[in-house]
Every structure is written in structure tokens, then in C-alpha cells.
């Protein structure tokens, strides 16, 4: 089992910045990827930044591409999500996900809410 809790998010105006924590504890050894998602209200949960263990590489949205970075400290088994320039339409729950090969391990979402 992987327990992943978020921290981070919060008000902000549109063109400021947050950044995101997820701490991952348990069977860290078993995760291949840690990815940050986010589901607005109405919308469907959408796949917003991916980081692979392994190699170190990296995939983000379209809509996020040049404002938002993930990056992992091993050492504290943390990922973030550093978000820059943000915009009303980042409005969203946002959710921290362990990939374990076989089973998906999800965090209990943290709110950043960006006003116009």
C-alpha cells in the first residue's frame, strides 16, 4: 500500500503562483510514476503532469505546458508541482497518484482556486 497526502493549495489571482506537495509513505518501491491530475467542476479528471521514477522524464498537458513543473525529491519521496502564471480556467481539485504497476494510488485532492 502507497499513502499519498497533498498540500499546497489554496486562493491565488490569476498570473500568481503555487506550488503543490504530495509526501508518498508505504510501499514507495513499488511506484513506477508520480503524476498530479486535476478534475474542475462538471469536467471529466484530466492528467496534468506525469513524472517517471525511472528515468526521470516527464509529460505535462497541452494546457499547462511552459507554466506548470513536476519535480520528485527522492530523499524526502515528495513530488511537486510548481504552478506559475496561473489562470481562472486552473480552477480545479487537484490530485496526487502513485502508479504501482498494478493498482493506482490516489491522494485526497487539494483545492487551488485562481481569480480573475
Known amino acids: 500500500q502507497v499513502q499519498l497526502v497533498e498540500s499546497g493549495g489554496g486562493l491565488v489571482q490569476a498570473g500568481g503562483s503555487l506550488r503543490l506537495s504530495c509526501a508518498a509513505s508505504g510501499s514507495i518501491g513499488s511506484i513506477n510514476a508520480m503524476n498530479w491530475y486535476r478534475q474542475a467542476p462538471g469536467k471529466r479528471r484530466e492528467l496534468v503532469a506525469a513524472h517517471i521514477i525511472s528515468n526521470g522524464h516527464t509529460n505535462y498537458a497541452d494546457s499547462v505546458k511552459g507554466r506548470f513543473t513536476i519535480s520528485r525529491d527522492a530523499a524526502r519521496n515528495t513530488v511537486y508541482l510548481q504552478m506559475n502564471n496561473l489562470r481562472p480556467e486552473d480552477t480545479a481539485v487537484y490530485y496526487c497518484?502513485?502508479?504501482?504497476?498494478?493498482?493506482?494510488?490516489w491522494g485526497q485532492g487539494t483545492q487551488v482556486t485562481v481569480s480573475s
Open positions: 497518484a502513485a502508479d504501482g504497476g498494478t493498482k493506482a494510488y
